[in-house]
């Protein structure tokens, strides 16, 4: 499976990602055309790191109110506009799997944002403005 966050248990579920197949590198120093953080041509196999990453973003997006009930920093106006705004485009900047879901979109920027801080705060600045109210960047 790679990884999962199981947000009921608040767990995460993690298997070395190996045999995955390819994903985009942050971390690989290409040129980079503006808007896209991850060239087409940047790719490299499923790094357990990355895996890790994503899913990390998935237990950050948990938040435990003082009421008991959870809640999903996801699900919130600011961070649904900075996705519809900077990820859910048609020309995906991120990553494709960060346009199935506003919930996918944070962990596919967590991913980027615990990598490379640089390119996540130039290239999403709505997003990484919607982290830095929350206390994460």
């Known amino acids: ?7 009921e248990k608040r767990t995460m579920h993690v298997d070395g990602a190996t045999g995955m197949g390819k994903v985009p590198n942050p971390m690989r120093k290409v040129k980079r055309t503006p808007g ?26 948990l938040v435990v109110g003082s009421d008991g009930h959870h809640y999903a ?12 705004t900077e990820i859910n485009l048609s020309n995906t900047p ?21 990598f490379n801080p640089d390119i996540a705060s130039k290239e999403f600045p709505k997003c990484w403005e919607a982290w830095k109210d929350i206390g994460y960047a």
Not at 1 to 7: A, P, S
Not at 73 to 84: G, H, L, N, Y
């Open 94 to 114: 991120l990553s494709k799997y960060a346009k199935y879901d506003q919930v996918e979109g944070f962990a596919e920027f967590a991913r980027l944002a615990l």
């Open 1 to 7: 499976i790679g990884g999962m966050f199981d947000y």
């Open 73 to 84: 920093w996801s699900k919130t106006p600011a961070w649904r506009e900075a996705w519809m």
């Open 36 to 61: 896209r953080p991850y060239p087409a041509r940047d790719t490299m196999e499923f790094d357990p790191a990355h895996v890790y990453a994503h899913e990390l973003g998935h237990a950050l997006d």
